[in-house]
């Protein structure tokens, strides 16, 4: 008998506790290469952006280019919202993991030819309507005429956000039908591609305003950057991954092949639920228009900051669990599911809490060293962003958590819940924004009704994915948030005594090395009292750590 049989355990119990202890190296692993590519696309989307004001300022020219982005991401919101894939895994792996995988096969082509079809129309419709959705998202804008006196902005304002936004529309193709190719590779565990795709994406808006500065295409090089960008980053790459892993496409509109129809079924409200962010920040975007120049950028650049971290452990955690979870329905395994959840919740909260505390301690750094160039630095608008930051970042734990639990819905098909308690806060959300431009003269007031908003959603969800998969472990979650609660505290009051007597005119290099130090320090202080107190997820970074060194 081979040795291998004399050390097997092969009892159903021992069978599954293995497989479920390799599904769990799976996630950890695809979290890691999802960690890591969030990482480097949140840290390019800050070059993006320091890049951008640096060369056009905190004014009227990037207020512009992020309103233009309304344009596109409307179609986007109303296409998929970021979900189109979340609808097409579930299908998608169903098949390939039953073992029908040429009909898995065929319902991605169809899939495909369907969404090109209805893309392209839609762009169509888009173009016409891009004046219309540009005078709606820029009604109530006003520019400084002097510094005491503001009047609305002209018409060449919203011409160049029509403009811009047109440039981006054909961009919207790649995003929306490169997301079912990137499904696959997701199904598969194949996270390189999708690891890449946003990278490719954000280099090429960088790339468009260094060439844009220097030329006489202005701001608008931004717009030929992100649709250049996303032709590559989402439909050349995911298609050379495919190729040699894989897969076959051939165009059908066979709408009773296996697993379309639920595709379709699923798709609406997948596409409500995975929007909501997005739509929370094109309506903080359209309140916004109605405060001065400079109101749009400086909240989409706290809000960018703020995502960095929410992206990183949210979403790379969400996309790494969701074709466990996936897998885990269809194998009717309800035990592992809900383990994966909680687990999966613990982790983020762990991560993205002192991520908060720290981020608001060192805010007014942060924007400096990230913004603090060229026109922005003049503009004198720097503190205005550190502002809108340090409330965005009260929020970092909830924006992390909402992905898991919305893909949590997904994965088990059940869509309709998630939708109703989305589309109430989002209504909510929409009347906090009201309320706020109405008795507010401050934006600031705009940050606090998305954390606001942020919050509920969670608190909704949490309780709408428990009564569809019953208790999930409410104790170790909470026992997790507030250890990790406590430990971000003093790590933040850490961090904020270290910087807060450094001199003003500490040169960025020296700021930005006395910072890394902040950081470092401060992280592992967080890390070694999470430790002490016997936090599981103090333990699994600790091995995690050792793996990687060993390797």
């Not at 809000?303 to 996309?319: C, H, K, R, Y």
């Not at 983020?348 to 720290?358: E, G, M, Q, R, T």
């Not at 997790?480 to 290099?509: N, Q, W």
Request: aromatic content about 10%; overall charge positive; glycine content about 10%.
């Amino acid at each position: 008998m081979p040795k291998d049989d004399l050390t097997h355990d092969s009892s159903p119990g021992a069978e599954t506790a293995n497989s479920a202890s390799t599904k769990g190296a799976t996630v950890a692993r695809a979290g890691g290469i999802m960690m890591l590519s969030l990482l480097l696309s949140r840290v390019l989307g800050l070059v993006r952006n320091t890049v951008m004001v640096s060369q056009f300022g905190i004014g009227l020219d990037a207020d512009a280019y992020r309103v233009a982005v309304a344009i596109p991401d409307t179609l986007f919101m109303l296409i998929a919202g970021g979900g189109l894939s979340s609808a097409f895994i579930p299908v998608f792996s169903e098949l390939y993991y039953t073992q029908r995988i040429k009909e898995s096969w065929k319902a991605f082509s169809v899939i495909v030819t369907l969404c090109s079809i209805a893309v392209t129309i839609l762009i169509g419709l888009a173009w016409i309507a891009a004046p219309l959705i540009a005078g709606f998202m820029t009604q109530g804008k006003t520019y400084h005429v002097t510094t005491t006196t503001l009047a609305p902005v002209t018409p060449t304002y919203v011409a160049q956000v029509v403009r811009m936004g047109r440039i981006m529309l054909p961009a919207q193709f790649a995003f929306l039908v490169g997301s079912i190719l990137l499904g696959t590779l997701y199904a598969r565990k194949q996270f390189a591609a999708p690891g890449l795709a946003p990278n490719v994406y954000n280099v090429g808006i960088i790339i468009g305003a260094i060439v844009g500065g220097s030329t006489s295409l202005g701001i608008a090089g931004m717009s030929w950057g992100a649709l250049i960008g996303a032709m590559i980053g989402n439909l050349v790459l995911p298609v050379l991954f495919m190729i040699p892993n894989g897969g076959s496409f051939w165009p059908s509109l066979d709408l009773k092949a296996d697993g379309v129809k639920k595709f379709i079924h699923l798709l609406l409200p997948v596409i409500i639920g995975f929007s909501l962010p997005g739509w929370a920040s094109l309506i903080t975007q359209k309140y916004a228009s109605m405060y001065a120049e400079g109101t749009n950028i400086t909240i989409s650049l706290a809000n960018d900051l703020m995502m960095a971290p929410a992206g990183i452990f949210g979403q790379s955690l969400a996309l790494a669990a969701f074709p466990a979870l996936s897998q885990f329905f269809a194998e009717k395994r309800m035990d592992a599911y809900r383990e994966q959840v909680s687990k999966t919740l613990r982790t983020v909260i762990y991560l993205s809490i002192p991520a908060s505390a720290l981020i608001f301690a060192m805010a007014p750094q942060i924007v400096m060293v990230i913004y603090g160039y060229g026109k922005a630095q003049a503009s004198g608008n720097l503190p205005a962003v550190s502002g809108a930051l340090q409330i965005y970042c009260l929020g970092i734990a909830a924006w992390s958590i909402q992905p898991v639990l919305m893909r949590g819905f997904f994965s088990m098909h059940k869509t309709a819940k998630p939708v109703i308690l989305g589309s109430i806060v989002t209504v909510l959300f929409v009347l906090m924004c009201i309320a706020s431009t109405k008795w507010s003269p401050s934006p600031l007031m705009l940050v606090w009704s998305s954390n606001a908003a942020a919050i509920l959603l969670v608190i909704a969800l949490y309780a709408g994915l428990e009564m569809e998969v019953g208790k999930l472990d409410i104790a170790s979650i909470a026992k997790t948030g507030l250890k990790s609660l406590g430990c971000a505290a003093i790590s933040g009051a850490v961090a904020y005594g270290a910087l807060h007597f450094l001199p003003p005119s500490l040169p960025k290099l020296g700021l930005l090395f006395t910072m890394a130090v902040v950081f470092s320090a401060t992280g592992w202080i967080y890390f070694a009292t999470t430790r002490a107190l016997g936090m599981t997820e103090a333990d699994y970074l600790a091995r995690s750590v050792n793996r990687r060194n060993k390797s």
